[in-house]
């Protein structure tokens, strides 16, 4: 006889929701690992708890969880595809009610949590606190949301692969955008996600795009198409912290504040901080007037390639690698009065030095010659 979720919590069916819920907390007192008991029957609990939560009465084979994969991928590739539309579409909808249903509770100055999704689908969990923040636990992975309010999030966010109309968008009408730890959990951000923060932060971990080949529509043997699904992040008056962004990535912001970036990588700002080593293959810092770019790496960026660049707003374009040899003691008066505090083989890259963008708009301009003082001079004649 196959053990039902009801079994599991020793519990009857019918039973209300507050009993499930307290039969499930007195389980998981008695064999939770912190309390010595058994993880996996724990697992078992909480996996039968979270099942009866959505109205499922027996747990999943593994036949089933095969079955219900997320992803199908043993059938042709238009089978693949529709399917897998599909599930974006279903996605979307759920998101979709989550709005609304995080909208309601901001109305109402509310708290609930929720679950959303399935296993089927993938479940996400929906929190909103007495402070107004969405909390977001689960893995975003297509569909819209927008929120008038500031989000924490446990998990990463990606978008669907096989078409642009489920695409993941995450707008944040006020306040902050944060992943919890991003760096020590791994999450992050890829596959043509885009998030937009009107007003506020965004402190997140990695951020991927992707580009891809597909062979030629018409079927042109030997030729191919590149496809891309690029990631955007944008915070227009706030700040965006990211650890390594890569691939087909586009960060808009007021300050953006970076380790390393590689790879068809655009960066727009007022203010850019960067701390790693590498910047490479086809990335540009867009500056915006009155900006600046600091590289604080104390030996100058080594991972730099000849094609990564600066564009100023006026148009004027500045290979970053001409930077990483110009020496400050080259520079104009003008823009760096306090020379001497620098060496004379200190280059632009590197060591926190702040680049402005009216030093790039003049690069050309050479520093004021002294002139030398000869012995007339020491005594007060002219030479005249």
């Not at 279903?90 to 309601?104: F, I, N, V, Y």
């Not at 636990?137 to 642009?164: C, E, V």
């Amino acid at each position: 006889m196959v053990e039902s979720n009801y079994d599991i919590l020793g519990i009857v069916e019918g039973t209300s929701d507050k009993e499930i819920r307290d039969a499930f907390r007195r389980l998981a007192l008695q064999y939770h690992s912190d309390r010595g008991g058994e993880n996996e029957q724990f697992i078992k609990i909480k996996q039968a708890y979270e099942d009866l939560k959505i109205g499922k009465k027996y747990p999943e084979t593994d036949i089933e969880k095969i079955k219900n994969s997320r992803v199908y991928s043993d059938e042709s590739e238009a089978d693949v595809k529709r399917k897998n539309q599909i599930l974006g579409q279903q996605l979307s909808k759920e998101m979709k009610t989550a709005e609304e249903w995080a909208a309601a509770l901001n109305r109402a100055n509310s708290t609930a949590s929720r679950l959303f999704g399935s296993k089927t689908l993938g479940e996400i969990e929906l929190e909103r606190k007495a402070n107004g923040a969405l909390s977001i636990k689960g893995n975003f992975m297509a569909g819209s949301l927008t929120y008038d309010g500031p989000i924490t999030m446990q998990g990463s966010i990606t978008s669907p692969s096989w078409t642009k109309e489920f695409q993941t968008n995450i707008h944040l009408t006020k306040g902050d955008f944060k992943f919890v730890d991003p760096v020590e959990n791994k999450y992050k951000i890829e596959n043509g996600a885009k998030i937009i923060v009107d007003n506020g932060n965004v402190v997140v971990g990695n951020i991927f795009g992707r580009k891809f080949r597909v062979e030629d529509p018409d079927g042109k043997v030997g030729v191919y198409k590149i496809l891309e699904h690029r990631t955007q992040v944008s915070a227009p008056n706030g700040k965006i912290i990211a650890e390594n962004v890569v691939n087909t990535v586009s960060l808009d912001a007021d300050t953006v504040i970076v380790l390393n970036v590689e790879d068809d990588v655009t960066i727009s700002a007022r203010e850019v901080l960067f701390y790693g080593g590498k910047f490479t293959y086809d990335s540009v810092i867009k500056l915006k007037e009155g900006g600046s770019i600091r590289f604080f790496e104390n030996f100058s960026i080594q991972g730099l390639s000849g094609d990564a660049k600066i564009e100023l707003e006026n148009g004027k374009k500045i290979r970053l690698f001409d930077l990483k040899t110009k020496k400050i003691k080259d520079l104009s008066d003008e823009f760096v009065p306090n020379k001497a505090n620098y060496a004379n083989d200190a280059t632009m890259v590197g060591h926190g030095f702040t680049i402005t963008y009216d030093m790039l708009n003049n690069l050309s301009k050479k520093p004021t010659k002294k002139q030398k003082s000869g012995w007339a001079s020491k005594f007060g004649f002219s030479r005249n």
